[in-house]
């Protein structure tokens, strides 16, 4: 196996009882790398994450950790792994170095005051280290929790949401953090619902849905493949997409307020648009569209999120 894959699993599987959560699911992620792993609620995210860090078992398949099995090699791999799971945890009443020091014991690490500084300056909270946890906003307290994941320098950082809730300005925050880390050399494994900043922050991705992987690849070669979408502003949008519906070539179009969205082959555009004038409609505009949130929603349906 390549050495620069430092994340991999082989038909990576979860039965619960009768409930398949994850089957034959197949990841490589690269040193280095921003990693987008995406998919609707119940798709297997979670589960797959708990897999990753030694949490549950999986039922069947392998799961590689810098090129070594992690069922063979599990104290000393998740060592060299860092990660905040859903809504970090934290004793409210004590400060945030107090905190990592107690992290730190837990996880038998010997506190360092060197690597909590560290860890603290890293997420912009050093100066407010000696604070309870209680006087922190939800966004520092999401920035403290990506500090826990980053004690004792871990060459990999698994995030599951780790935007959820913030505002914008919190958002904002965390994917600053996130891409100057991996421009440090550290591999960003990271689970989101918010596509925007996925496709803003990762150079690749996988979607499952249903437990099983949907595609795998590179972000920009995904969303510049095979069909695109556009937005086509046109007079008379519900008659225009009835039209649209009748031709073979249409993969999908949807009416919205003085607009269409229109799913075809770039080299159809022409004929799109011939078919719109020569049908006595008027168009003003037609944009692409084509983003992960379409690209998302075009592979598992709107109806599947």
């Known amino acids: ?42 798709a297997g995210k979670s589960t797959t994450i708990r897999m990753l860090l030694g949490l549950i078992r999986p039922t ?22 860092g990660a905040l799971v859903e809504k970090p945890s934290f004793y409210n009443y ?17 506190p360092d005051p060197r690597d909590i500084d560290r860890v ?17 906003s939800h966004g520092m307290k999401q920035r403290l929790g990506v500090a826990q994941a980053l004690l004792g320098n871990p060459e990999l950082i698994i995030l ?23 421009q440090q050399g550290l591999t960003v494994f990271l689970s989101s619902h918010i ?8 150079r690749n991705m996988a979607i499952i849905n249903k437990g099983r992987l949907v595609v795998h ?9 095979d069909s695109d979408i556009f937005s086509v502003k046109v007079d008379r949008p519900g008659e225009a997409a009835d039209l649209l519906k009748t031709r073979e070539w249409v993969e999908s179009v949807e009416a919205l307020s003085g607009a269409i969205t229109v799913k075809i082959k770039e080299q159809q555009v022409p004929v799109m648009t011939e078919l719109l004038v020569q049908s006595g409609f008027h168009i003003f505009a037609i944009q692409p569209q084509r983003s992960l949130e379409n690209y998302f929603l075009s592979l598992l349906g709107a109806d599947n999120v």
């Open 60 to 81: 069947d398949g392998e799961i590689r950790l810098f090129n070594r099995s992690l069922e063979n090699n599990r104290k000393d791999l998740l060592g060299r792994i």
């Open 94 to 110: 004590l400060s945030a170095r107090r905190n990592l020091e107690i992290f730190a014991t837990l996880t038998n690490r010997r």
């Open 120 to 136: 603290l300056d890293i997420v912009a909270l050093l100066h407010r280290a000696d604070d309870k946890v209680k006087t922190y």
């Open 1 to 42: 196996m390549n050495s620069d894959i430092v994340l991999y699993t082989g038909r990576l599987t979860k039965r619960f009882k009768n409930v398949i959560a994850v089957e034959d699911l197949d990841l490589s992620v690269s040193r280095g790398d921003i990693f987008g792993f995406l998919g609707p609620n119940g």
């Open 217 to 225: 690849g590179g972000v920009k070669e995904l969303l510049n493949s």
């Open 160 to 182: 599951d949401e780790p935007t959820a809730g913030l505002d914008p300005k919190g958002i904002k925050e965390i994917r600053r953090l996130i891409i100057e880390l991996a």
């Open 195 to 202: 596509l925007h900043e996925v496709e803003q922050m990762c």
